[in-house]
């Protein structure tokens, strides 16, 4: 909860760094470029700040898309105001980014809509999806949602219209996929443990708590046997880091999608990338989970 109050002030400040700057920076446009700069900084401002007051799943993906648009913002505008100003908001925006991309912050927005004593933790973005594609939607959606209006008001109407209603349609897309992304877990329930991740299976699995043998650190290595079982379903998503490996006394189906039919693999360990690896190994042993050292 710490972080996530760390981040929760840091974002109200912001009205006081890219605030000024951005108030700085239109200071010489005409009135209508100059309330649609406002609009496009006090808007977003207020819809984060309240999507960390009031936390939801959704609110992390409303947060991490107004902080990327946020630093976005500052470098174009830094370059037109006071050097110092300039400055301090390019740090304080790279700050609001970095804390709001932290697993603590994932773990207080997934968990406010847990039910009864589940405990779930994210897992970790899939490498072919974090590397490139997520962060160039990001910043296309960041170029599109400010230039769009500002055409408008600097009275390239078409332009402007055009460039809005792409940038609408990318951020639609976007968050819906940023959203899917939040909602992959592995979950402590008093059964045992779910794998949800949609991304890689057609439906969750249950692990249930006899049917684990134990869980750890997986150690990453290409000769590992668990690389080339057939009786291991790999969900790290490309990560070599955070892994955990579970391992179960009876096999379970784990329906893993494809471009075609879904495969069946019958399954006794699975590999997980986590967001937390350590604080997934404490909630495992909590819920008397055997781990392994």
């Known amino acids: 909860m710490t972080t996530i109050w760390v981040l929760r002030v840091c974002w109200a400040l912001l009205a006081l760094t890219l605030g000024s700057a951005v108030a700085e920076r239109s200071d010489s446009w005409d009135q209508a470029a100059q309330i649609v700069a406002q609009a496009e900084f006090w808007i977003p401002w207020a819809c984060g700040l309240f999507a960390l007051l009031v936390p939801r799943p959704w609110g992390i993906v409303v947060t991490r898309l107004g902080a990327a648009t946020g630093l976005f913002a500052t470098a174009l505008i830094a370059p037109g105001i006071d050097t110092p100003l300039a400055l301090i908001t390019l740090v304080h925006t790279g700050v609001v980014l970095g804390i709001s991309l932290m697993p603590a912050v994932s773990m207080a927005f997934v968990n406010v809509a847990a039910y009864?004593?589940?405990?779930?933790?994210?897992?970790?973005?899939?490498?072919?999806?974090?590397?490139?594609?997520?962060?160039?939607?990001?910043?296309?959606?960041?170029?599109?949602?400010?230039?769009?209006?500002?055409?408008?008001?600097?009275?390239?109407?078409?332009?402007?219209?055009?460039?809005?209603?792409?940038?609408?349609?990318?951020?639609?897309?976007?968050?819906?996929?940023?959203?899917?992304?939040?909602?992959?877990?592995?979950?402590?329930?008093?059964?045992?443990?779910?794998?949800?991740?949609?991304?890689?299976?057609?439906?969750?699995?249950?692990?249930?708590?006899?049917?684990?043998?134990?869980?750890?650190?997986?150690?990453?290595?290409?000769?590992?046997?668990?690389?080339?079982?057939?009786?291991?379903?790999?969900?790290?998503?490309?990560?070599?880091?955070?892994?955990?490996?579970?391992?179960?006394?009876?096999?379970?189906?784990?329906?893993?999608?494809?471009?075609?039919?879904?495969?069946?693999?019958?399954?006794?360990?699975?590999?997980?990338?986590v967001s937390q690896p350590g604080e997934t190994l404490r909630i495992l042993q909590h819920g008397k989970i055997a781990i392994r050292p």
């Open 116 to 273: 009864g004593d589940e405990l779930r933790v994210m897992l970790r973005t899939p490498v072919a999806v974090a590397a490139f594609p997520v962060p160039l939607a990001t910043l296309l959606c960041a170029a599109g949602f400010l230039a769009g209006p500002l055409l408008i008001a600097h009275g390239h109407t078409i332009a402007g219209i055009v460039v809005t209603v792409i940038a609408w349609g990318l951020l639609y897309i976007t968050a819906k996929a940023m959203y899917a992304l939040t909602q992959r877990w592995i979950v402590m329930v008093p059964a045992g443990v779910l794998y949800r991740d949609l991304w890689t299976v057609t439906d969750p699995v249950l692990m249930e708590r006899a049917n684990i043998v134990s869980a750890g650190l997986w150690t990453p290595d290409p000769k590992s046997p668990e690389l080339t079982r057939d009786a291991t379903f790999d969900g790290r998503g490309g990560h070599a880091g955070g892994v955990i490996l579970l391992e179960l006394a009876t096999p379970l189906p784990f329906m893993r999608r494809s471009r075609g039919e879904a495969e069946r693999v019958d399954a006794d360990h699975l590999l997980v990338a």
